[in-house]
């Protein structure tokens, strides 16, 4: 069975803040509000896109309904899907990251909160899809991120196993998913929310993709295993 690198997709894999920040600022135009600087956005573009919604109305000071919410949500996912590519690109040097992890012997996949047909999308129109052996989302499995199944699923899907696996994201959910399925995790502590419960849960923590490697990896597999 093989070992498995599975990556986190926005704030890890790929920055889409400037697409989801556009859907956004699309949907708040359409409710005659002022656009959301992407700065702004950033911290929450990981967190789905009714999390967006929300954040957005209160800082105009506005509630957000359950009415308003579903077809502001409906707005926000078809403009998305639309111009889920536009602006979103890799982050700098994780594809030559990914290339050293399957020249080490590494499968790689993808475990993320998007929903599968989107996660799938964005990797095709970024050309990145063949890279993956399964691209699972938050509609794949019965349950998603921070539950293990998920991440034990990928993995599964991936024809690896876990011991010699590893989970990559940019948040505390990744951390506590890969702790909770008993799987090595690295922080990325330049993606959209490594805050200090992450940064102290995470096996390894890197601020740049060029230390990641196969030996790397399994490295900090190994110091996982001395955790337990």
């Not at 708040?28 to 959301?36: K, N, S, T």
């Not at 702004?40 to 209160?58: F, K, N």
């Not at 700098?92 to 990251?97: I, M, N, Q, R």
């Not at 012997?105 to 799938?120: D, M, P, Q, S, V």
Request: net charge negative; aromatic share 6%.
């Amino acid at each position: 069975m093989a070992d498995v690198a599975v990556f986190d997709l926005d704030g890890t894999l790929v920055d889409t803040a400037p697409d989801l920040a556009a859907s956004l600022n699309h949907c708040l135009a359409a409710a005659g509000m002022d656009a959301v600087p992407l700065a702004l956005v950033r911290p929450h573009a990981g967190h789905g896109a009714r999390v967006m919604l929300r954040e957005a109305y209160r800082w105009d000071g506005r509630v957000l309904g359950e009415d308003e919410e579903n077809e502001q949500l409906a707005r926000f996912l078809g403009h998305y899907e639309a111009h889920i590519a536009v602006q979103s690109r890799p982050f700098p040097g994780v594809l030559d990251a990914m290339d050293r992890l399957l020249a080490g012997g590494f499968t790689l996949a993808i475990c993320t909160n998007k929903h599968e047909r989107l996660a799938a999308l964005l990797m095709a129109e970024l050309g990145l899809a063949d890279r993956f052996a399964a691209i699972c989302g938050a509609d794949t499995f019965a349950r998603r991120k921070p539950d293990p199944i998920h991440l034990t699923g990928t993995i599964d899907r991936s024809g690896g196993h876990p011991d010699g696996s590893i989970m990559i994201g940019d948040t505390i959910t990744d951390v506590a998913t890969a702790r909770a399925a008993g799987i090595a995790s690295v922080l990325v502590d330049f993606g959209y929310a490594p805050d200090p419960e992450a940064r102290a849960g995470a096996t390894a923590v890197i601020d740049d993709y060029a230390r990641l490697d196969a030996g790397f990896a399994r490295r900090t597999v190994a110091g996982a295993k001395l955790r337990r």
